[in-house]
């Protein structure tokens, strides 16, 4: 099931995105581990603006979420996270898809994300959920201030990928 969070729930959600993030150690790239999380303060603006959900398991606990930004003219598929025992369940498509019906109320043709283009449960997975990469020479202005914010905080650009899918 995939709501919007309760208040009570938002604490919850960085902890959630970092044990998800632990999977990355096992690909050598331990550095994704030590990156902040979501901070609290977006994660109570996105829900604010309708822009957070959460996935949750049987029992109604938290056991992902999805936070969509909007960027220079653009909406963004910030952060979509699950926790390793929950995943494989259907609870990341249908937070994409919650995503994507957002944007189009929003009035947008296309959401956008950035993700590693070769960790299989990220460029691969997007792909098969209807994301293309976005050609490097087709980068428009946002797209590019996303990949330079990402290489200040320690992603490297050529890891990196842009994609988008029509809403």
Known sequence: MIRPPRPSE?????????QA???Y????????????????AALQYGRRQGLLWVAVSPLGRP???????????????DQLSVLDHWQR???????????????????FDTLYLSTYRDVPWNGPYYERRGFQ???????????????????????????????RRSV
């Open 89 to 107: 369940r259907g609870y990341g498509a249908a937070l994409i898809e919650r995503s994507a019906r957002t944007a189009h109320a929003l009035g």
């Open 10 to 18: 938002i604490k919850l959600l960085p902890q959630i995105e970092n």
């Open 133 to 163: 990469e976005v050609p490097r020479s087709a980068f428009v202005r946002p797209l590019r201030v996303v990949l330079l914010t990402e290489r200040s905080h320690g992603h490297s650009v050529w890891h990196r990928a842009i994609m």
């Open 25 to 40: 150690a096992r690909i050598g790239f331990g550095r994704v581990i030590g990156m902040p999380p979501a901070a609290i």
């Open 63 to 77: 056991v992902g979420f999805a936070l969509m930004k909007l960027r220079g003219g653009t909406v963004w598929l």
């Open 21 to 23: 993030d632990l999977r």
